[in-house]
Protein backbone atom coordinates (compact mmCIF):
# COMPACT_ATOMS: atom_id res chain seq x y z
CA UNK A 1 0.00 0.00 0.00
CA UNK A 2 1.82 3.09 -1.15
CA UNK A 3 1.19 6.58 0.89
CA UNK A 4 0.31 9.90 -0.72
CA UNK A 5 1.07 12.17 2.33
CA UNK A 6 -1.45 10.78 4.27
CA UNK A 7 -4.09 9.30 1.82
CA UNK A 8 -3.51 5.59 1.31
CA UNK A 9 -4.37 4.49 -1.85
CA UNK A 10 -6.40 1.41 -3.89
CA UNK A 11 -4.37 -1.50 -3.52
CA UNK A 12 -5.23 -3.45 -6.74
CA UNK A 13 -5.70 -6.64 -7.30
CA UNK A 14 -2.37 -9.38 -8.76
CA UNK A 15 -5.09 -11.28 -11.11
CA UNK A 16 -6.90 -8.55 -12.47
CA UNK A 17 -6.12 -6.69 -15.46
CA UNK A 18 -4.97 -2.84 -14.63
CA UNK A 19 -8.22 -1.64 -16.53
CA UNK A 20 -10.40 -3.94 -14.36
CA UNK A 21 -8.58 -2.52 -11.06
CA UNK A 22 -9.41 0.82 -12.27
CA UNK A 23 -13.11 0.10 -12.28
CA UNK A 24 -13.24 -1.24 -9.09
CA UNK A 25 -11.98 1.48 -7.63
CA UNK A 26 -14.98 3.23 -9.16
CA UNK A 27 -17.12 0.81 -7.90
CA UNK A 28 -15.72 1.71 -4.49
CA UNK A 29 -17.75 5.23 -4.32
CA UNK A 30 -16.34 8.54 -3.38
CA UNK A 31 -14.16 9.13 -0.61
CA UNK A 32 -13.70 5.26 -0.19
CA UNK A 33 -10.39 3.25 -0.41
CA UNK A 34 -9.16 -0.47 -0.50
CA UNK A 35 -6.67 -1.33 1.76
CA UNK A 36 -6.49 -4.86 0.21
CA UNK A 37 -7.99 -6.16 -2.28
CA UNK A 38 -8.33 -10.70 -3.82
CA UNK A 39 -9.90 -12.34 -6.08
CA UNK A 40 -12.58 -14.64 -3.83
CA UNK A 41 -15.17 -17.08 -3.57
CA UNK A 42 -17.49 -16.35 -0.62
CA UNK A 43 -19.15 -19.09 1.45
CA UNK A 44 -21.56 -18.61 4.46
CA UNK A 45 -22.17 -21.66 6.76
CA UNK A 46 -25.63 -20.93 7.28
CA UNK A 47 -27.75 -22.03 10.41
CA UNK A 48 -30.15 -24.55 8.10
CA UNK A 49 -27.32 -25.78 6.79
CA UNK A 50 -25.88 -27.35 9.87
CA UNK A 51 -22.38 -26.35 9.74
CA UNK A 52 -22.01 -27.05 6.24
CA UNK A 53 -20.21 -24.30 3.47
CA UNK A 54 -22.54 -23.00 1.01
CA UNK A 55 -20.95 -20.95 -2.15
CA UNK A 56 -22.72 -17.63 -2.41
CA UNK A 57 -20.78 -15.63 -4.37
CA UNK A 58 -17.41 -15.29 -6.83
CA UNK A 59 -15.99 -12.17 -7.23
CA UNK A 60 -13.16 -9.41 -5.74
CA UNK A 61 -12.95 -8.64 -2.15
CA UNK A 62 -11.96 -5.22 -1.05
CA UNK A 63 -10.69 -4.34 2.68
CA UNK A 64 -12.33 -1.06 2.49
CA UNK A 65 -12.27 2.16 4.44
CA UNK A 66 -15.30 3.82 4.21
CA UNK A 67 -14.31 7.65 4.73
CA UNK A 68 -18.49 9.12 4.90
CA UNK A 69 -19.32 6.20 7.32
CA UNK A 70 -16.92 6.08 9.06
CA UNK A 71 -16.31 2.23 9.14
CA UNK A 72 -14.34 -0.39 7.28
CA UNK A 73 -16.15 -2.92 5.68
CA UNK A 74 -15.16 -6.48 3.56
CA UNK A 75 -16.64 -5.77 0.00
CA UNK A 76 -16.80 -8.31 -2.31
CA UNK A 77 -17.59 -6.63 -6.16
CA UNK A 78 -18.62 -8.42 -9.41
CA UNK A 79 -16.10 -6.69 -11.34
CA UNK A 80 -18.17 -7.84 -15.14
CA UNK A 81 -21.31 -6.45 -13.90
CA UNK A 82 -19.84 -3.43 -12.02
CA UNK A 83 -22.29 -4.06 -8.16
CA UNK A 84 -21.76 -4.66 -4.92
CA UNK A 85 -22.60 -8.37 -4.23
CA UNK A 86 -21.94 -8.75 -0.73
CA UNK A 87 -20.72 -7.08 2.55
CA UNK A 88 -19.81 -7.23 5.85
CA UNK A 89 -18.58 -4.16 7.95
CA UNK A 90 -15.94 -4.81 10.70
CA UNK A 91 -18.04 -4.81 14.43
CA UNK A 92 -16.28 -4.48 18.01
CA UNK A 93 -15.05 -7.68 18.80
CA UNK A 94 -14.94 -8.50 14.96
CA UNK A 95 -12.48 -11.91 14.56
CA UNK A 96 -10.78 -12.66 11.63
CA UNK A 97 -9.42 -16.54 11.31
CA UNK A 98 -7.08 -18.26 9.17
CA UNK A 99 -8.11 -21.82 9.02
CA UNK A 100 -5.69 -22.23 6.28
CA UNK A 101 -3.54 -19.58 4.64
CA UNK A 102 -6.09 -19.38 1.39
CA UNK A 103 -9.49 -19.97 3.56
CA UNK A 104 -10.26 -17.04 5.79
CA UNK A 105 -13.34 -16.93 8.38
CA UNK A 106 -15.28 -14.58 10.55
CA UNK A 107 -18.88 -13.81 12.18
CA UNK A 108 -21.41 -12.29 10.84
CA UNK A 109 -24.35 -10.87 11.69
CA UNK A 110 -26.23 -14.35 11.15
CA UNK A 111 -23.98 -16.99 10.44
CA UNK A 112 -20.30 -17.85 9.87
CA UNK A 113 -18.55 -16.52 6.20
CA UNK A 114 -15.63 -17.76 4.19
CA UNK A 115 -13.13 -16.07 2.18
CA UNK A 116 -11.29 -18.54 -0.52
CA UNK A 117 -8.91 -17.00 -1.73
CA UNK A 118 -7.70 -17.55 -5.68
CA UNK A 119 -3.84 -16.16 -4.57
CA UNK A 120 -2.14 -17.24 -1.51
CA UNK A 121 -0.22 -14.19 -1.26
CA UNK A 122 -3.74 -11.67 -1.68
CA UNK A 123 -4.93 -14.13 1.01
CA UNK A 124 -1.94 -12.89 3.49
CA UNK A 125 -2.12 -9.19 2.33
CA UNK A 126 -5.66 -9.07 3.20
CA UNK A 127 -5.40 -10.83 6.40
CA UNK A 128 -2.20 -8.74 8.01
CA UNK A 129 -3.91 -5.74 6.74
CA UNK A 130 -7.31 -6.85 8.60
CA UNK A 131 -5.13 -7.90 11.43
CA UNK A 132 -3.18 -4.79 11.63
CA UNK A 133 -6.39 -2.38 11.57
CA UNK A 134 -7.88 -4.36 14.82
CA UNK A 135 -4.60 -4.33 16.56
CA UNK A 136 -4.93 -0.22 15.47
CA UNK A 137 -8.29 -0.10 16.90
CA UNK A 138 -8.07 -1.63 20.17
CA UNK A 139 -5.06 0.12 20.83
CA UNK A 140 -7.24 3.26 20.42
CA UNK A 141 -9.40 1.73 22.96
CA UNK A 142 -7.08 1.31 25.08
CA UNK A 143 -5.34 4.78 25.12
CA UNK A 144 -8.90 6.75 25.43
CA UNK A 145 -9.46 4.20 28.90
CA UNK A 146 -6.19 5.44 30.03
CA UNK A 147 -6.66 9.01 29.12
CA UNK A 148 -10.13 9.15 30.51
CA UNK A 149 -10.10 11.18 34.20
CA UNK A 150 -10.76 9.65 36.94
CA UNK A 151 -14.15 10.40 38.65
CA UNK A 152 -14.06 10.15 42.41
CA UNK A 153 -16.56 7.71 43.83
CA UNK A 154 -18.03 9.35 46.92
CA UNK A 155 -17.33 7.39 49.48
CA UNK A 156 -18.61 7.99 53.23
CA UNK A 157 -15.82 9.89 54.13
CA UNK A 158 -15.87 12.10 51.14
CA UNK A 159 -19.37 12.53 51.74
CA UNK A 160 -20.72 16.36 53.02
CA UNK A 161 -23.69 16.38 54.87
CA UNK A 162 -25.75 18.17 52.02
CA UNK A 163 -24.93 14.92 49.63
CA UNK A 164 -27.03 12.72 52.11
CA UNK A 165 -30.77 13.16 51.61
CA UNK A 166 -32.97 12.22 54.69
CA UNK A 167 -35.52 9.74 54.44
CA UNK A 168 -39.02 11.71 54.17
CA UNK A 169 -40.65 9.05 57.07
CA UNK A 170 -37.57 10.71 59.27
CA UNK A 171 -38.71 14.00 58.75
CA UNK A 172 -41.85 13.08 60.66
CA UNK A 173 -39.89 12.42 63.30
CA UNK A 174 -37.85 15.05 63.45
CA UNK A 175 -39.89 17.56 63.01
CA UNK A 176 -41.96 15.77 66.39
CA UNK A 177 -38.60 16.29 67.96
CA UNK A 178 -38.35 19.68 67.17
CA UNK A 179 -41.91 20.39 68.39
CA UNK A 180 -41.10 18.30 71.50
CA UNK A 181 -38.18 20.64 72.29
CA UNK A 182 -39.74 24.13 71.39
CA UNK A 183 -42.34 23.23 73.86
CA UNK A 184 -39.44 22.24 76.66
CA UNK A 185 -37.58 25.26 75.75
CA UNK A 186 -40.76 27.34 76.25
CA UNK A 187 -41.33 25.62 79.75
CA UNK A 188 -38.43 26.70 81.15
CA UNK A 189 -38.69 30.18 79.55
CA UNK A 190 -41.72 30.90 81.66
CA UNK A 191 -40.09 29.18 84.48
CA UNK A 192 -37.13 31.73 84.40
CA UNK A 193 -39.67 34.67 83.86
CA UNK A 194 -41.45 33.73 87.00
CA UNK A 195 -38.13 33.35 89.30
CA UNK A 196 -37.10 36.66 88.22
CA UNK A 197 -40.57 38.73 89.04
Known amino acids: MSQQGNRPQNV ?9 NEQLFNLLGKRCVT ?6 QVYLALPES ?5 KRCVGVACFVKDNPKRSYFIR ?3 VKKCVLIWEQEL ?11 YFHTFATDDCQAGLNFADEREALRFKRTIEDKIRQKQQKKQEKKRQ ?8 PQHMKVADVKPDPSDNMALSKRKQDKGTLKGDKKKDKK ?4
Open 50 to 54: RGSWT
Open 194 to 197: KKIN
Open 76 to 78: VYD
Open 148 to 155: APSVPVPT
Open 12 to 20: SSNLLFPAE
Open 35 to 40: LATGVV
Open 91 to 101: YNQFKYNTAMP
